[in-house]
């Protein structure tokens, strides 16, 4: 059981826009930022979103990140058949001191 | 060009140790805290252990404190996971990871198989 809650699986088909909640608490995405990450199997992730809502330098526009409260949200937009991939959300969990992902969302492009 | 390569993965039994090494070059090593991440087989990401610049200070998730030890090298720029009394529910691709400000670096991992 993750700290950090997100749909197992989400879907849409190419070019439409699609989001990815991420669910937490007070002691984490309540106090602190919010990553997300892009891992297509068997392939180290990829940081697609960093501190709540700025991407790094190369990823495109098209994905972008909020946060509300003790919550997440990645939205993708224009979808595209690369796009098909594994996302986590993350951030650091003051009352464990520790890093915590959520469980994950399998993204399948239709 | 930053570049992080782990080994030392390997199969081991249970209560086994296994050293992992993360051999880091293209950045300022000493000037970076660096992160160790697992993966078990067809599960999600997990954190496990981080370490300050200077060594100073750790944190490690709850499962695997009291068994595991990071450390680093600053010297030779490399990060290290001593793991002790090894369990079936440690076997994961382990990576290290460097994050500095909306820069994020990944190994290629290392897989560690805890079996009999």
């Known amino acids: 059981q993750s700290v950090l809650t997100q749909p197992p699986s989400a879907s849409g088909t190419p070019g439409q826009r699609v989001t990815i909640s991420c669910s937490g608490s007070?002691?984490?995405?309540?106090?602190?930022?919010v990553y997300w990450y892009q891992q297509v199997p068997g392939t180290a992730p990829k940081l697609l979103i960093y501190r709540n809502n700025q991407r790094p330098s190369g990823v495109p526009d098209r994905f972008s990140g909020s946060k509300s409260g003790t919550s997440a949200s990645l939205a993708i937009s224009g979808l595209r058949s690369d796009d098909e991939a594994d996302y986590y959300c993350?951030?650091?969990?003051?009352?464990?001191?520790?890093?915590?992902f959520g469980g994950g969302t399998k993204l399948t492009v239709l | 060009e930053v570049q992080l390569v782990e080994s030392g993965g390997g199969l081991v039994q249970p209560g086994g140790s296994l050293r992992l090494s993360c051999a880091a070059s293209?950045?300022?090593?000493?000037?970076?805290?660096m992160s160790w991440v697992r993966q078990a087989p067809g599960k999600g990401l997990e954190w496990v252990a981080n370490i300050k610049e200077d060594g100073s200070e750790k944190n490690y998730v709850d499962s695997v404190k009291g068994r595991f030890t990071i450390s680093r090298d600053n010297a030779k720029t490399s990060l290290y996971l001593q793991m002790n009394s090894l369990r079936v529910e440690d076997t994961a691709v382990y990576y290290c990871?460097?994050?500095?400000?909306?820069?994020?670096?990944w190994g290629q991992g290392t897989l560690v198989t805890v079996s009999s």
């Open positions: 293209g950045f300022t090593f000493s000037s970076y805290w």
């Open positions: 007070s002691s984490n995405i309540g106090s602190n930022y």
């Open positions: 993350a951030a650091w969990d003051d009352s464990l001191s520790g890093r915590v």
């Open positions: 990871e460097l994050y500095s400000s909306g820069s994020d670096f």
